[in-house]
Nanobody
Framework: QVQLVESGGGLVQAGGSLRLSCATSGRTFSSHAMGWFRQAPGKEREFVAAISGGGRSEYYADSVKGRFTISRDNAKNTVYLQMNSLKPEDTAVYYC?????????????????WGQGTQVTVSS
C-alpha cells in the first residue's frame, strides 16, 4: 500500500508560479511511475504529467507542455510539479497518483494509488 500526500497548492495570479509536492510512503518509490492529474469543477479528471520510476522519461499533456515540469527525488520519496506561467484555466484540484509499474501511462485507470488532492486557483 502506498500513501500519497500532496501539498503546495494555493491562490496565485495569472502568470505566476507554484510548485506542488507529493510525499509518498513505502520503500520502493523508484518502482512506481508517478503522475499528476487535475479536476476542474464540472469536468472529468484529466492527465497533466507523468514521470517514469527512474525519472528518465517524462510526458505532458499538450495544455501544459512548456509551462509545467514534473520531477522526482527518489531519495526523498517525493514527486514535484513545477507550474509556471499559470493561466486561469489551470484552476483545479491537482492529484498525485502512483502506478504499480515503472512505465508512464496517461490513463487514470492505470494508476493504483491516489492522494487527496490540493487546490490550485489562478486568478485573472
Amino acid at each position: 500500500q502506498v500513501q500519497l500526500v500532496e501539498s503546495g497548492g494555493g491562490l496565485v495570479q495569472a502568470g505566476g508560479s507554484l510548485r506542488l509536492s507529493c510525499a509518498t510512503s513505502g520503500r520502493t518509490f523508484s518502482s512506481h511511475a508517478m503522475g499528476w492529474f487535475r479536476q476542474a469543477p464540472g469536468k472529468e479528471r484529466e492527465f497533466v504529467a507523468a514521470i517514469s520510476g527512474g525519472g528518465r522519461s517524462e510526458y505532458y499533456a499538450d495544455s501544459v507542455k512548456g509551462r509545467f515540469t514534473i520531477s522526482r527525488d527518489n531519495a526523498k520519496n517525493t514527486v514535484y510539479l513545477q507550474m509556471n506561467s499559470l493561466k486561469p484555466e489551470d484552476t483545479a484540484v491537482y492529484y498525485c497518483a502512483a502506478r504499480e509499474a515503472t512505465g508512464i501511462m496517461t490513463s487514470r485507470i492505470l494508476y493504483d494509488y491516489w492522494g487527496q488532492g490540493t487546490q490550485v486557483t489562478v486568478s485573472s
